[in-house]
């Protein structure tokens, strides 16, 4: 069975079915799909990043205590830049990094209202992902919305 979707319609069903998603690259030519077209991938834990471009399932608590799901690109380093956690509610998926670009605050009143919570009820957030990825998890802490400033720093913003 063939089964492809775009990474950014991916579902919390269909990491619940299938915990690993795999960027078809090697599929872009083909007609309706593009770099951002997934498929289940079958592997034994521990994942290794090396071996493709994935999205693993997650799990995010929220500092007010509540609990979410998501995704995130699993990395030998265990930097924002890389994993880049993305938590999927039943109105869209909430990214946390922006990259080189610093999120407008129309972005981000968004990604609150998506989320249905404030600043102080979100932030800061913890991640994890549920496949052992290499040695370990990956896993950390959000203080905010985060891209890289022009002194190529990490920022944070709420």
Same mark, same amino acid.
């Given at each position: 069975?063939?089964?492809?979707?775009?990474?950014?319609?991916?579902?919390?069903?269909?990491?619940?079915?299938?915990?690993?998603?795999?960027?078809?690259?090697?599929?872009?030519?083909?007609? /309706?799909?593009?770099?951002?077209?997934?498929?289940?991938?079958? $592997?034994?834990?521990?994942?290794?990043?090396?071996?493709?471009?994935?999205?693993?399932?997650?799990? $995010?608590?929220?500092?007010?205590?509540?609990?979410?799901?998501?995704?995130?690109?699993?990395?030998?380093?265990?930097?924002?830049?890389?994993?880049?956690?993305?938590?999927?509610?039943?109105? /869209?998926?909430? /990214?946390?990094?922006?990259?080189?670009?610093?999120?407008?605050?129309?972005?981000?009143?968004?990604?609150?209202?998506?989320?249905?919570?404030?600043?102080?009820?979100?932030?800061?957030?913890? $991640?994890?992902?549920?496949?052992?990825?290499?040695?370990?998890?990956?896993?950390?802490?959000?203080?905010?919305?985060?891209?890289?400033?022009?002194?190529?720093?990490?920022? $944070?913003?709420?």
């Amino acid at each position: 069975m063939k089964i492809r979707k775009q990474v950014y319609d991916l579902t919390l069903e269909d990491f619940a079915e299938f915990p690993v998603w795999e960027f078809a690259l090697d599929e872009e030519g083909e007609e /309706g799909q593009d770099e951002a077209t997934t498929r289940p991938y079958e $592997f034994t834990e521990p994942l290794n990043p090396h071996d493709g471009m994935f999205v693993v399932w997650a799990d $995010f608590s929220l500092v007010d205590g509540s609990k979410m799901q998501g995704y995130l690109s699993p990395a030998l380093e265990n930097e924002l830049g890389y994993i880049q956690p993305i938590i999927i509610t039943n109105k /869209g998926q909430v /990214g946390f990094w922006s990259g080189t670009m610093q999120p407008s605050q129309d972005v981000i009143t968004s990604k609150y209202s998506l989320l249905g919570k404030s600043s102080a009820q979100v932030f800061p957030l913890a $991640f994890k992902s549920k496949v052992k990825i290499s040695d370990g998890y990956n896993e950390g802490i959000i203080s905010g919305f985060s891209f890289y400033s022009q002194d190529r720093k990490v920022r $944070f913003i709420k």
